[in-house]
């Protein structure tokens, strides 16, 4: 079935970088944007940004222009999302997440990894 | 670019409907018919509930129905049941600089 599984928690500390996983099966990768979204704690989504695994082009939420980099690797069917210089704020579950398709794709979220926790912290 | 905006808790009895709403504005809810509805239990991943304003995935209740009126859209649950209590999320696309914005979530509690 249409699968996303993500890399495991992370920890680490401020003013460093984390690069989370997420590995698609059950789908063709390279036909789908892969999206970022992120939920800090007992908070709401935000939107990070997407990745066209076809062609590697990305387009980054103005709040992360410059801190994040998104990059995958068709041979693995896996797509990453770095982000850098973390602070606390940053703490939160980063999720991958592939839109809705029948007939056609719609701008909504419909397959998501499991999520991944990243924990910022001195 | 700030957030949809949404009441931070309703509640209502079993059987009974509720309606959440969510605010934008015209450059995101207004300009576009991609509104989305998600549900996430706790610790659970958010589940897509609502595409493109009123359509439902399939597999989903037609307890579940939605709108939009101008800057605003809802969700509205009829026949409330203890498993639709969780947190409710909408989403937009825009024409800002982030593709989509998501309120800030809404918890449902069935009493």
């Known amino acids: 079935q249409v699968q996303l599984v993500q890399s495991g928690s992370e920890v680490t500390k401020p003013g460093a970088s984390v690069k989370v996983s997420c590995k698609a099966s059950?789908?063709?990768?390279?036909?789908?944007?892969m999206q970022w979204v992120r939920q800090a704690p007992g908070q709401g989504l935000q939107w990070m940004g997407r990745?066209?695994?076809?062609?590697?082009?990305?387009n980054y939420a103005q709040e992360f222009q410059g801190r994040v980099t998104m990059t995958r690797d068709t041979s693995i069917r896996t797509a990453y999302m770095e982000l850098n210089s973390l602070t606390s704020d940053d703490t939160a579950i980063y999720y991958c997440?592939?839109?809705?398709?029948?007939?056609?794709?719609?701008?909504?979220?419909?397959?998501w990894g499991q999520g991944t926790l990243v924990t910022v912290s001195s | 670019q700030s957030a949809l905006t949404q009441p931070a808790s309703v509640s209502g009895s079993p059987g009974q409907s509720i309606t959440i709403s969510c605010s934008g504005t015209s450059s995101d809810i207004g300009n576009y018919n991609h509104v989305s509805w998600y549900q996430q239990h706790p610790g659970k991943v958010p589940k897509l509930m609502i595409y493109?304003?009123?359509s439902r995935p399939s597999g989903v209740s037609s307890r579940f129905s939605a709108s939009k009126s101008g800057n605003t859209a809802s969700l509205t649950i009829s026949g409330l049941q203890a498993e639709d209590e969780a947190d409710y999320f909408c989403s937009s696309y825009t024409s800002g600089g982030s593709s989509w914005l998501f309120g800030g979530g809404t918890k449902l509690t069935v009493l």
């Open positions: 059950g789908y063709s990768f390279t036909g789908y944007h």
């Open positions: 997440a592939r839109v809705y398709c029948t007939e056609r794709c719609y701008n909504a979220l419909h397959i």
């Open positions: 990745i066209n695994p076809n062609s590697g082009g990305t």
């Open positions: 493109d304003v009123s």
